[in-house]
């Protein structure tokens, strides 16, 4: 079974300052996909980025930046010089390709970002 | 940009009532999904459907939920007869295959049982 694991409930930050958010994840398919959700007071779900299991390489896109570490199931997200627009509660979730059963995604238990001005 | 489309984006109903929520997914999508959301807590996988049939269930989808696409654009949840419990935020989702893994999310639906 797959289970994603998001330590941090919540973390409060200064505007400006850099954030870095925890996830593990347990699963014993080799392909599999890694997200990021975003949720605002608003409450829909925004997608940030994804990872393929076959791919480790880590990237920068704009202020978001992944680090993705097989050996230690950790998909670890960083927001670069956060601003008060960041707070939003933020979900790691875990996708494996099961053919026509689609890809069901397992999600994390949140982690609650306040950026404070 | 397409979008995943929900109606209604709140629904107050009293326990025991019949409720249906709506999703139009994006077009040429062809696996849908409902998740829910209780206030607070994570998003759960409630139900996967393809090839108009359900591909997989949670143990939360029991005999009073129900799905189907009944024209083709539609992807509905029914709930038979409401309880408090239900009470939640329902995320309709739809992908186009599974070779990337991306779901692509409505905007959710609350539904609050009195």
């Known amino acids: 079974a797959q289970k994603v694991t998001q330590a941090q409930t919540e973390i409060s930050v200064v505007e400006k300052e850099d954030v870095t958010l925890d996830c593990v994840y347990e699963t014993r398919d080799t392909t599999y996909y890694l997200f990021w959700y975003k949720q605002p007071p608003s409450g829909e779900l925004v997608f940030l980025i994804r990872?393929?299991?076959?791919?480790?390489q880590n990237e920068i896109s704009g202020r978001y930046s992944w680090n993705f570490q097989k050996s230690t199931s950790s998909f670890n997200f960083t927001i670069t010089a956060s601003q008060v627009v960041d707070s939003a509660v933020y979900f790691c979730?875990?996708?494996?390709?099961?053919?026509?059963?689609?890809?069901?995604?397992?999600f994390g238990g949140g982690t609650r970002v306040l950026v404070k001005p | 940009e397409p979008e995943v489309t929900q109606t209604p984006s709140h629904q107050v109903t009293q326990m025991g009532q019949e409720v249906i929520l709506r999703c139009v997914p994006i077009?040429?999508?062809?696996?849908f999904y409902w998740y829910r959301q209780i206030l607070g807590q994570k998003v759960e996988f409630l139900v996967s459907?393809?090839?108009?049939?359900?591909?997989?269930k949670s143990e939360i989808f029991d005999d009073q939920f129900s799905v189907e696409r009944p024209d083709g654009s539609n992807f509905t949840l029914k709930i038979r007869s409401t309880k408090l419990e239900d009470s939640a935020m329902y995320f309709c989702a739809s992908q186009a295959g599974t070779s990337t893994g991306e779901l692509f999310f409505g905007e959710g639906s609350r539904l609050t049982v009195l």
């Open positions: 459907f393809y090839n108009n049939e359900i591909s997989e």
């Open positions: 990872r393929n299991s076959f791919d480790e």
């Open positions: 077009s040429n999508h062809l696996y």
């Open positions: 979730a875990l996708s494996e390709a099961r053919g026509a059963a689609g890809n069901k995604l397992t």
